[in-house]
Structure formats: C-alpha cells, structure tokens
C-alpha cells in the first residue's frame, strides 16, 4: 500500500471540517489533533443540531467514550444523515462490552449506519467480532492484544468484522492492523508511551475522520495514514520526551507538536507497513 | 482610549468569581486561563442552580460552542438574573448560523438577555450583524474576516450590532474590533497560531468576562483589556515555541503562562490599539 | 503513620480501573492523573450504565464539580452498586454551599451511601461539617483555610465528620488534613502553585480513588498516601517551572510527568506527615 502518506497533504490543503460526538474526557485534545492536521473541528452533540452540523462538515465521528441516553439518539440521527449525504462516519465503540447501554447502541448504530472505519482497541474490536472478551474498562487487557504470535489470527479476526460492516476496521495496540475483508496491513509505528496518556485512541478516532474528510474514497488509505501518523508522532513525542526529561504531562505536548510538523514525506519514510494478509 | 490595561491589575486583585455556562471542549483552558488573571472561575449549568451561582459571582459568561437543549434554559435564567443583579453578561456565540439550534437559541437569548459585551470570531458577529454568512463550522472563512481593507466597513457593521444590543461588540481574527455604538477601536496585536489551537476564541470570552468581572462599569475599556491580553500573550507564546522549538502543544502552554505572567504596564507598552471610527 | 508510602508501589502493581462521576472541566487532567499512578480511568454518567460500571472497577469517584439533574441520579446508584460490592467510594464535594443543587445532592449522597473517604477543600468540609460558611464559589477563601493558628479546632471539626460519616476526612490547603474519628494527621507538602490551576483538588479526589483501589482494607494510608503524592508532585512541579522558567501552563505539564515518575522511597522520603490529634 503506496500514496498513503499523501492523504496528510490534502488535509492540509483542503482543511476539512470535522464533525464529532464524542466523549468529554479527551474533547480537547481530539479538536487541537484536527486543527494539528489541517482540519477544522466541530462538536455538536444535541439531536436537534446534528443533522444540520453534519451536513457542513467533511466527516463525522462517533465516539461512545461517555455516551448517554440523550446523546445516543444523536449519534443516529448524525449517521443516517452523513449516510444519506454521502459523508464518511467513523465509530470509536470506547468501552464495547462494558455495559449493556454500550452494547445495545453499538448494536444500533451498527444496524442503522454505514461507517466508512470503525477503530477501537484491541480488545474493543475483538468484542464486536463476537470475541467473549471480559472487557476491562476502557484499556485493552494484554490478552487481547494483537502480538506476532496471533496476527494472523486478528488479521483474520479484523477481516471478518471489516466483511460483515463494510467499513476498514482498524484495531490499535502495539501492533496495529488495518482491515479491509480481503486484505490486513499490520503497522509497526508507535510507542507505549502512548498507552501512558489518556485520549491516544480517540485521538486516533479524530484523525482518521480528518484523513477520511479529506479523502472520502480512499478509506483504506486514509485509515493508514491516520495511523502512521499517531504512530510516528508518538515516537518522534517518546524522543524528545526521554524519561529523564519528561513524563506524560511533556509526551502529551510534544504528540501535538509533532502531529502538527509532520510532512507526507517523513511520514512516508518512517512509516512500517506490511501487508498481513 | 487608555487606562484598559488597568483593568488587569484590578482583576488581580479583586478575584472575581466568573461563572460560565460554556462548552466542554475548551472548558478548562477558560476556567485556567480565569486563575491566571487572578480570577475563580465556576462552571454550573443545570437549570435548577444557575441563578444562586450567578448571585455569588462577580460576572456571567454565555457560549454556546455545545449548547444543548437542557442548557439553554440555563443560559436564559443564568442571564436574566444577572441582569436583575446588575451584573455584567458575556455572550461567546460560537457557530452562529450553524444551526437553527444555535440561532434559535441566540435569538432567544439576545431578546430576553442584556449583554454587556458580545464577543464573537468575525464569521459570527457579521452573523449577528444580519449578514448572509455561510457558516463554515466554528471556524471564520477567510471571506468573512476583518481586513484593512474592509476596516472601516467591518467597524460600522460592529458599531451597528452594539447599537442594536446595548452590548460592546468585540468581533475576532486578525485584527480584532471593539465596537461601541459611537467608537470603534482595532486591536492589531495577537499572533496567526491563535488559530492553531483550540479555544482561543472561548478564552478570549472566559478573560472578557474576568475583567467585566474586575471593571464592570467600563465595558469597552474591560473588553480592550481582554483582547489585548489575549494578543500579547500569543505574541509572547509565538516567540518562546518558535517553530524550530516547538507547536501548538507547546504554544497551548506558553500561552497559559504569559497571561499569568503578564503586568499591566507590560501590558499598555505592548498594547496595539487605534481608533478606527 | 508509616508505610503509606507503598500504596503507590501497590497502585502501580495493580492497574486498579477507577470508575468517575466527575465533572466536565477537569476530568482529562483526572483521568490523566490516575493513569499516571499506575490506574486505568473511566469515565461513565449515566443511570443506565453506572452500575455495571461499578462492577468492573476497583473504586469510584463522586465529584459534584459540575452537577446536574441527571447526574445525580447516577451517582446515587453508582455509590450504592459500590457500597453492596464492598468497593471504596471517593466523594468530592465541590462547591458545597454554592447552591441548592449541590447542598440537596450532598444531603442525599451522604444519607444513602457509605464513603470510604470525603476530599473537600477548607471551606467545603467546614460546610459538610455545619459551619456557616459562606460559599466563594469553588475556590476556599482565606477565612477557611487550615492554618497553624486554628490547627487543632480544624483537626477536631474534620474528625467529627469522620465520626458521623465513617469516611476518612481530608481537608485540601495549604496544611492539607486527613481524619479519622480519633486520629488526625497534617501533611505539610505542596505548594501555593496549585491554586494556580484548575483541578487540583479534583485531581486530588482521583488519586484518592486510584489509592483506595489499590488498599481498599486500609484508606487512612491511601489517603495519606494520596495527599503527600499530590504535595510532593507539586513541590517538584514548582521547582521545575520556577517563575523564570514557566507559569501553570507549565506547572501543570511538570505535575503530571512528577507524578508519573514519583517512587514510594522518594515519596516516604519528601512526605511531611505529623498526627496533629
């Protein structure tokens, strides 16, 4: 897979608007990620908005991270209508499997909207796979992490999900796969540091519907490119971060950073992609 | 006009309380930048409690940026007490034209609500103003800015608004309006990479609030004050993350600590304002 | 009181999941406070889901910073899910005081739930306690605050709480105290600089939480454990973005990484523990 990296630069040309709903724990820093991109971030989260909001906007993500009965109905509405305009909707399904008002709206918003990606955890992906996952909060357990020794397996896993919903699913952890139903990319970029701070996959959430507002066609791609870029700006943040000058208070500052300076071509040239399947 | 930056010192030494119904995107940038003023900011939103919160609270501040339908009664009883109390109100109408949530709920609030000063990016307050705007998100287009070449227009369609409401009229971007009915003044400080985080607008709304809080019998001079700390300190930010050394996570940060740092002498030296009407 | 120290190595050791009810200002900075310790947040509000929530978590975080009608409810739930469980519930009561709202929640939080520990600052634990204390907003004023002067009448206000309530009782300040019914202990760590920015308090009742997860059996300790963490990190924060250097934006970045790195050997050493009754 060529041409991804380039999916950054018409990002920045285009600045696509990028309409989320999504959790209050890391709203913050998933708009300043769209804005580090390129993009212009909106969030909008009552029923009576969100049509109208989606329909400006380049992209829509969903993300169920603190989800709640008033906003459920929102994030239907807001998908059918990007459906209907033609919009690219990414799911982050933040906690699949921890309860059953979780559950019951990935199962609707499953059964109601066509998402371009959908993007959890490990764990999180296993679970809408039909794993019997003991979900654990909202952090992957390591047992369900994608490893060397089970990638076929998840790629196969990841695969199967992407078949059944039509949309590249992406499963991040220390190895991330990228899925469509005929073809897994494994990539190898990024730093466990990331784990260390909260938001690092909503993060991911956002800047995959940024990639995928400013290429709509290209979802493979764009879900790629998405996640080298976290990947790479996670070890570019890990290195000037070092332990001995800095915490996750600094690694956070400087993934920022490095997502906004980042160009198509360091990210082509530090990106570790393989096909897996 | 002179003696704004005075405000500041004020505001530093007589803590004001600002509550704020605001957005929970860029929530805590404004509670945090309130401290480095020298004020205490409160968020409270819900119906039953913002009437006794804004009775103990030195100024009110209203943004829109995620209202929903149960926070919209709160803003409406929030601004109408502090109205009876005589205490100054702050409108951020963020997304202005967006959506008929939002201008529905401003109009509401612009008939029910007495403003002391409405603060908006240049998109919004043309909005407001009644031009045919296309909203582009909560982002201003580039079409919509204000321009030494539309100045003078762009001044008399501020001096209009506030006019029309009774509030000072500050209207945002590159050069910043602080409109009167009768006097409108241009503020040409600030710094392109205000725009490169978010919530810079919202904070520029959370430090006008602080120091109506601080001078609330001087409206324009408090929103001068406002605007000019915001400008200065990007100024000061933009140079100590200077693009070799650092992004918007670092300027986020730099920002936050020139406001603490910043004295009202620093202040009035640096300060770049001009009477344009 | 020793060993108290080693609740972080037992923190760390055990990845406790802390389930918040918190508010929408400050819980990215809570939430990254508790990964900081070795725990894993979550973040979850509604009645529909907080109970299972609970289940998966080793404690909760009750926090009524931003309260609503909706919220409550869910706390309610939440803390008497915990309560059958046999797990330790964390109540923060900002803003006691400040409005009907939050009075009536905390008349019905401490009647129906059973607290393993209550965090307020001065002024909203001499509330719970039935002084007529007139509510600042959410920041203590001078009036309230522990001093040297008042030690003794303010260790014996907050064990008298312990007694009624059964929670261990801390009262954040400049001399933070933590009380049980018959003993009182004053930590004498921390630094002004923590008022300069909003949620250390906040952040204090989620290290709580992730304390008491990690020794549920023993919440003096993690109490003690939980405010020397928070003084210590602060006193590192404040040498690293001495006022030459930096202002709370970087404090704020320097307490997070100071946390993060923070031994129980360099936290035993630092701590300034004394029983004060």
Not at 23 to 35: F, K, Q, S, W
Not at 162 to 179: H, W, Y
Not at 214 to 237: F, H, Q, R, S, Y
């Amino acid at each position: 897979m060529n041409g991804f990296a380039q999916i950054l630069d018409a990002a920045r040309r285009t600045t696509p608007v990028v309409h989320s709903i999504t959790n209050y724990v890391t709203v913050n820093d998933c708009a300043n990620m769209i804005l580090a991109l390129g993009g212009s971030p909106i969030m909008a989260d009552d029923p009576d908005e969100v049509e109208q909001i989606v329909a400006i906007s380049a992209a829509l993500v969903i993300n169920i991270g603190t989800l709640n009965r008033h906003t459920v109905p929102a994030m239907l509405a807001a998908g059918k209508r990007a459906n209907a305009l033609g919009k690219p909707v990414v799911l982050d399904p933040v906690g699949a499997g921890a309860s059953d008002l979780r559950n019951n709206a990935l199962a609707r918003l499953l059964g109601e909207v066509r998402f371009a990606a959908i993007k959890g955890n490990s764990a999180e992906i296993r679970f809408l796979a039909g794993s019997a996952v003991a979900a654990r909060g909202v952090d992957a357990g390591d047992d369900t992490l994608v490893t060397e020794a089970n990638l076929t397996a998840s790629a196969r896993m990841a695969a199967g999900l992407s078949a059944r919903t039509g949309a590249v699913v992406v499963a991040s952890g220390p190895i991330d796969l990228v899925a469509c139903p005929t073809a897994v990319w494994a990539v190898r970029n990024g730093n466990a540091r990331l784990t260390g701070i909260t938001g690092a996959g909503c993060m991911a959430a956002a800047v995959t519907g940024c990639c995928l507002g400013a290429a709509p066609d290209k979802a493979p791609e764009a879900c790629l490119c998405a996640m080298t870029i976290m990947g790479v700006a996670g070890e570019i943040a890990a290195a000037q971060s070092a332990p001995d000058k800095g915490g996750p208070g600094s690694f956070r500052m400087f993934l920022l950073d490095a997502v906004s300076s980042l160009s198509s071509p360091a990210l082509a040239a530090r990106a570790r992609v393989e096909a897996v399947l």
